[in-house]
């Protein structure tokens, strides 16, 4: 027993020293900074959701669709399914592996190779047929833990591609939501355009009265109607900029251009625009897709690193196999028909010359990329978080002096207007007075726009979907 024991012994010592430990890699999370520099005060009590325009019935429509038939969202979900089929692969190699065959063999022999002559009352059967059943199983206990860290690895891969297709869902939905914004923001501009057109003909009428009475020159009807083609201008310039979007989203949803415009028609609401939520960098670890899906890549290389290792170890594998072996079919079933086998085996590595801790030196260096890319998710995260939450205030500082000055233009070009008609002022002072006021409108909805959509990326900048509502099948 003993001299068997010892070249095992020594089998297991030299294959130990094939290669070296794993490298022990220093892999914590990096510092985080307290807060963020443009966030909201802590007061401010809003929600993530809060921030898409879930109140327009056209945005909610084409989202719908999207989830339920986007393209990009299904290759994503497929990666899930992939992912999923890779862990249960990993998982099965844990287990025993039963099999069975049966076989039929035809043999021939020729007597002339056991010589001319054979001692009395011996023959030479020179044709059989021999039939056989098995039922085989073998198994790789997995002493080392090489099959269970492959198995950590394909899980973790799993969870990768789970937070790749919430990141993608977050990003089709903020993608939807910013072109219905702007949809609806090329709809207030056109709606304040055409009010500037109105006042306009409306100026250019006034002028041709006067110009005809004889007490204005005819070069005021031409500056009202210059005035009023600049309007008519710009309102044809929007339709190029529907149908890009109108385009954008027919990609986006996987829907008919008729389906999109359908959906689009239906009336905006008239809500007003969300306070932004206060949050904390440490809630980005939690929520953001893209770092959950680094985190998991992470733990990934850290189980492949592990089971590059354990290759340093013998494998070691069981095999059995239980069946019948019979040279006539009647007796197949006989007692006598039944064979057997049992037996383990050990592969150890000796001497590979470099070529396991190659493996190991690899995976070490994956391991070293993935906590880098780590890192790099996270402080894109801090930064698009940092950046929406200064877009917004900046954008809300925007609106509230558009709308300002919205206001001052309008009551300014009336003013105007009744001097004009009480012949307090000339029709250059109505004029400019008009075309100030057309501009400050347009301005105004483009402002309210870009509030909105600066709304759209603090919420995907956040994590879009909380834990609680995330889900890439719906």
């Known amino acids: 027993m003993m001299r068997r024991t010892v070249p095992l012994l020594g089998a297991l010592a030299l294959s130990a020293c094939v290669a070296g430990p794993p490298p022990e890699l220093d892999t914590s999370p990096p510092a985080l ?28 429509q084409l989202r719908v669709l999207a989830l339920a038939d986007s393209p990009t969202l299904a290759e994503a979900l497929a990666r899930v399914e992939a992912a999923r089929a890779g862990a249960d692969r990993a998982g099965a190699n844990r287990l025993p592996e039963i099999g069975a065959n049966a076989s039929v063999t035809a043999q021939r022999t020729s007597p002339n190779q056991f010589g001319a002559s054979l001692p009395p009352g011996i023959a030479i059967d020179t044709e059989r047929v021999a039939y056989a059943a098995n039922l085989t199983a073998s198994w790789d206990p997995d002493l080392f833990g090489r099959l269970r860290a492959q198995e950590r690895a394909a899980l973790a891969r799993v969870d990768a591609a789970g937070a790749d297709a919430a990141a993608v869902r977050n990003a089709l939905l903020a993608e939807i939501a910013a072109s219905v914004i702007d ?17 306009a003909e409306t100026l250019t009428t006034l002028a041709e009265i006067r110009e005809r009475a004889g007490i204005a020159p005819g070069f005021d009807r031409v500056r009202a ?27 986006l949803t996987g829907q008919s251009g008729q389906t999109v415009l359908a959906a689009l028609e239906r009336p905006a ?48 594998s069981l095999s059995a196999a239980l069946g019948l072996l019979a040279f006539d079919l009647g007796d197949l079933f006989d007692g006598d028909a039944v064979v057997g086998s049992a037996g383990g085996s050990l592969l150890a590595p000796l001497i590979d010359f470099g070529r396991i801790e190659a493996e190991i030196d690899g995976a070490a260096a994956n391991k070293r990329a993935a906590f880098q890319a780590y890192r790099g998710a996270v402080f894109t995260a801090l930064g698009d978080a940092e950046a929406a939450y200064g877009l917004v205030a900046a954008a809300d500082a925007e609106l509230a002096a558009a709308t300002r000055e919205e206001a001052s233009a309008d009551r300014a070009a009336g003013l105007a207007e009744v001097r004009f008609r009480a012949g307090l002022a000339n029709f250059l002072t109505v004029l400019e007075a008009r075309r ?30 909380q834990p609680t509502s995330r889900s890439t099948s719906q």
């Open 183 to 199: 949809w609806r923001t090329l709809e207030a501009r056109q709606a304040a355009l055409e009010e500037d057109l109105v006042a």
């Open 436 to 465: 100030a006021a057309d501009t400050s409108g347009e301005r105004a909805a483009a402002a309210l726009g870009r509030a909105e959509r600066a709304r759209v990326l603090l919420w995907q900048a956040l994590g879009g979907d």
């Open 269 to 316: 609401p008239d809500s007003a625009i969300p306070s932004p939520p206060a949050a904390l960098p440490s809630d980005l670890l939690a929520n953001r897709p893209d770092v959950l899906a680094a985190q998991a890549r992470l733990a990934a290389s850290d189980a492949d690193l592990a089971a590059a290792a354990a290759r340093r170890f013998p494998q070691f």
């Open 33 to 60: 900074p307290a807060g963020f520099a443009y966030a909201p005060s802590s007061e401010v009590a809003a929600s993530v959701d809060a921030l898409l325009p879930s109140d327009d019935a056209g945005f909610e």
């Open 225 to 251: 109607e210059t005035a009023a083609e600049a309007s008519r201008s710009r309102i044809a310039g929007l339709a190029s900029e529907k149908a890009r979007l109108a385009g954008r989203l027919v990609t």
